[in-house]
């Protein structure tokens, strides 16, 4: 599949733009729902996706840019050749790093609830399955540039892999491994697992609603995405980033997970119950009320 999906005069548009802004969309249209489904303006989210959106590539970037992978360009690459970090040049932008992304979406969401005086944790709530179902759509770009694959495989969903696509793995390259050798789609196996965490999340807001806490989801996304995330790097992405014997996302994936445990125990287990209003004052807000009504029906 041709990268390029069209031209406009000389400038190509390619299919990961298109596939990563069509999720960004989506994601942000499911965060409205759910904002508009507990009573809140959905404005606020179509508000925030632009800052979210520009901090979250930022992050993505850096992310990528300081990282060193086992295959393909890194830090050791931009500190020689620092424009490439900004200017795309023989394919100097070719890099993001999702957990780059969220901490930069993160920042964005922080901000903006800042700034508007919102509770951070129920619109991380409302923006979370957003964010996974933009991750599952994004990982059909890697599909089209065929890239972020696996070992080789004999199962039947394994993928060809251009020659010219394989020629920085050793191990993989056309001279060892011939042209019609298929691989693990990693992509697919992580976009599968970040489908099924949207499918979860909205169940759980729609069936449990009255008993989550602001914040339950986001928790729950710091351990469900990283559980897989852990455990795909560790099988399935020859080109990762290692700190010791573990890939990096992993090592981020353990420590994202423990802040969600945390997160959910102190949420239910140690944090105080929010005490309802007293009956007397709820009863004179509802006189109060009805004697305004009274007031404009005699008008």
Same mark, same amino acid.
């Given at each position: 599949?041709?990268?390029?999906?069209?031209?406009?005069?000389?400038?190509?548009?390619?299919?990961?733009?298109?596939?990563?802004?069509?999720?960004?969309?989506?994601?942000?249209?499911?965060?409205?729902?759910?904002?508009?489904?507990?009573?809140?303006?959905?404005?606020?989210?179509?508000?925030?996706?632009?800052?979210?959106?520009?901090?979250?590539?930022?992050?993505?970037?850096?992310?990528?840019?300081?990282?060193?992978?086992?295959?393909?360009?890194?830090?050791?690459?931009?500190?020689?050749?620092?424009?490439?970090?900004? =200017?795309? !040049?023989? +394919?100097? $932008?070719?890099?993001?790093?999702?957990? *780059?992304?969220?901490?930069?979406?993160?920042? #964005?969401?922080?901000?903006?609830?800042?700034?508007?005086?919102?509770?951070?944790?129920?619109?991380?709530?409302?923006?979370?399955?957003?964010?996974?179902?933009?991750?599952? =759509?994004? !990982?059909? +770009?890697? $599909?089209?540039?065929?890239?972020?694959? *696996?070992?080789?495989?004999?199962?039947?969903? #394994?993928?060809?892999?251009?020659?010219?696509?394989?020629?920085?793995?050793?191990?993989?390259?056309?001279?060892?491994?011939?042209?019609?050798?298929?691989?693990?789609?990693?992509?697919?196996?992580?976009?599968?697992?970040?489908?099924?965490?949207?499918?979860?999340?909205?169940?759980?807001?729609?069936?449990?609603?009255?008993?989550?806490?602001?914040?339950?989801?986001?928790?729950?996304?710091?351990?469900?995405?990283?559980?897989?995330?852990?455990?795909?790097?560790?099988?399935?992405?020859?080109?990762?980033?290692?700190?010791?014997?573990?890939?990096?996302?992993?090592?981020?994936?353990?420590?994202?997970?423990?802040?969600?445990?945390?997160?959910?125990?102190?949420?239910?287990?140690?944090?105080?119950?929010?005490?309802?209003?007293?009956?007397?004052?709820?009863?004179?807000?509802?006189?109060?009320?009805?004697?305004?009504?009274?007031?404009?029906?005699?008008?």
């Amino acid at each position: 599949m041709d990268p390029v999906a069209f031209h406009i005069g000389s400038y190509p548009v390619y299919w990961y733009g298109i596939i990563i802004t069509t999720g960004a969309v989506l994601g942000a249209w499911l965060a409205s729902w759910m904002a508009r489904h507990r009573g809140e303006d959905p404005d606020h989210i179509w508000n925030m996706l632009i800052i979210v959106l520009i901090l979250g590539i930022i992050g993505a970037r850096l992310y990528h840019v300081f990282s060193r992978p086992a295959v393909g360009i890194g830090w050791d690459y931009y500190k020689e050749h620092p424009m490439d970090i900004f =200017i795309p !040049r023989n +394919g100097g $932008f070719a890099g993001l790093g999702i957990y *780059g992304g969220v901490i930069g979406g993160v920042i #964005g969401v922080l901000g903006y609830t800042w700034y508007k005086k919102l509770n951070f944790f129920k619109w991380a709530d409302f923006a979370v399955p957003g964010v996974l179902l933009a991750q599952a =759509i994004g !990982r059909w +770009g890697n $599909f089209v540039n065929q890239e972020l694959f *696996g070992p080789p495989t004999k199962l039947p969903w #394994g993928i060809k892999i251009d020659c010219v696509n394989r020629q920085f793995y050793e191990q993989y390259n056309c001279n060892v491994l011939g042209p019609e050798t298929r691989f693990h789609p990693t992509f697919l196996y992580e976009s599968i697992w970040n489908f099924v965490g949207v499918g979860l999340m909205v169940f759980i807001f729609k069936k449990f609603g009255d008993k989550l806490r602001n914040g339950d989801l986001l928790f729950f996304y710091l351990i469900y995405y990283p559980l897989g995330r852990f455990f795909i790097e560790l099988f399935f992405r020859p080109d990762a980033w290692t700190l010791g014997s573990l890939p990096t996302a992993s090592v981020i994936s353990l420590i994202s997970m423990a802040i969600g445990i945390l997160g959910l125990v102190y949420n239910h287990f140690i944090r105080k119950p929010v005490a309802p209003a007293p009956a007397t004052a709820r009863s004179g807000k509802k006189q109060h009320s009805q004697s305004r009504k009274s007031k404009k029906s005699r008008k």
